[in-house]
């Protein structure tokens, strides 16, 4: 199967999202009926391209019953999905809410450990799913056992089947990334505290991010570097210059699946042709429309057109 998105995930997971009265240790919590939903960087930029009346194929590992589990979900929000043997039982994730509190605890599971082959599998997956100008999409965590290098190694791959790269990764990989430029990357996103780490001192102003991202695009990290600033947007770079993007003032129920929005929404408009500034806006609404949602749920397409209509765009 061949598309013109195909959304990578190596370390796919079910997600269950619940509340509970109030949270506290060593006594049963009785907690709703979960949210159910598929899991994981790239499944989740799928499933708002889909959302945000695109399309977009997902590749990912799967294993045991709980990735036949994940399969069923893919299958039932029509998703359409190109799944590989991956090591031992997919993964499961949790988040629970203190409806006392309305604060939300994360329990993310690190996933089975890959060896070489499985990782070899992978690309040869990788490489009859791809083509001609495909957007090739990197999201989420590495599994346990993929090499930093992952990302680059990848990029070697899309580059000689004409595709283009975006990638949303992070730790030891976006370290690698930034520390051994690789031109073939599209597309780079990390958030404001990962660019303060590698950059090595605060950024606390959208001139100090966006002067960050052009020291990386002038290295060959990417042709484009987005740094998401949180509730102030983000800023994209390219050879251009800089933009900063922000959407209206939203009232936040949740933040989880606010970056793979963002992702999803981006990709979305680079396939459609769109400028890159114009691509930030898109997303930066997409991204704030999902923290308008409960749980895992994404961006919500009525949502994101009225926070597109306000979301500002402007150069840095």
Known sequence: ??????????NPTVDFAASAAKVFPEQK????EPHVDPGGGGINVARAIRLLGGQATALIAIGGG????????????????????????????????????TEQYRFVMPGPSWSEEDVARGLRSIDQAAGDG????????????????FPSILAEHVKDRGARLIVDTSGPALINLVQEPHVAIDTLRMDRAEAEE????PLPERRDTGEFAEE???RGVAANVIVARGADGSVLSNAGGSWHSVAPVIEVV??????DSFVGAYT?????????PECLRRAVAAASAACATEGTRLCDPEITERQLTGSSLERV
């Not at 090739?136 to 090499?147: F, K, R």
Request: hydrophobic letters at 40%.
């Open 29 to 32: 919590l009785r907690c709703t």
């Open 66 to 101: 709980t990735g036949a589990h994940l399969l069923q979900l893919l299958a039932l929000e029509g998703v359409p999905t190109v799944a590989f043997q991956g090591p031992g039982e997919t993964r499961q994730s949790f988040s629970i809410t203190d409806q006392s509190t």
């Open 134 to 149: 495909t957007l090739v999409v990197l999201s989420g965590s590495q599994p346990p056992g993929v090499a930093k290098e």
């Open 254 to 259: 949740s933040k989880v699946g606010a970056g």
């Open 268 to 276: 979305l408009a680079e396939a459609l042709g769109e400028p890159q």
């Open 198 to 201: 590698l950059a090595g001192r």
């Open 1 to 10: 199967m061949r598309t013109d998105i195909l959304t990578i995930t190596l």
């Open 216 to 218: 990386l695009v002038a």
